[in-house]
């Protein structure tokens, strides 16, 4: 609790946080299957990092965008990504997750599941907002028709 903040208060600006921390990571997967790049960017810090193996590695929103635009332009429409699992652990204007992720591919044969791994996150309050300061990816389960995540 903050100074003058009841208790009440304080379980409100908890479960506000947590719903706008859970939007960020559905936003993720959503802005990377329109091949929004832009917004994507925006859901990092100012200063944000991605390091996503070979996929991509970048610091700061324009980086992110580029490198990601690199990355996955090519691959816009053939992929979904289903966020999960959430485990966020708040600590005033920042935060720490893991959240996992799937991710389903056009095949010639329908849908299927071609990579699944985590993110482990760094998370700040920005401006009021809630941002990713620096994601690292991990696959877990290997696939083999498309790399990325």
Do not use: C
């Not at 479960?15 to 925006?42: K, M, T």
Request: glycine share 10%.
């Amino acid at each position: 609790m903050t100074p003058g903040e009841s208790d009440l208060e304080a379980r409100v600006r908890r479960l506000e946080d947590l719903l706008e921390i859970n939007q960020l990571f559905v936003d993720y997967g959503r802005y990377l299957d329109l091949g929004d790049f832009g917004s994507f960017a925006r859901l990092f810090a100012e200063d944000g990092e991605i390091l996503l193996g070979p996929v991509a590695r970048a610091r700061g929103r324009k980086e992110i965008q580029a490198a990601m635009e690199a990355s996955l332009s090519g691959h816009v429409g053939e992929t979904k990504h289903i966020i999960s699992s959430p485990a966020v652990t708040l600590d005033g204007d920042t935060a720490t997750s893991v959240v996992m992720w799937t991710v389903l591919a056009r095949t010639d044969a329908g849908a299927a599941v071609t990579l699944v791994g985590r993110h482990e996150d760094d998370l700040v309050r920005e401006h009021g907002r809630w941002h990713i300061r620096r994601r690292r990816g991990f696959v877990e389960l290997p696939g083999s028709v498309m790399k990325g995540s």
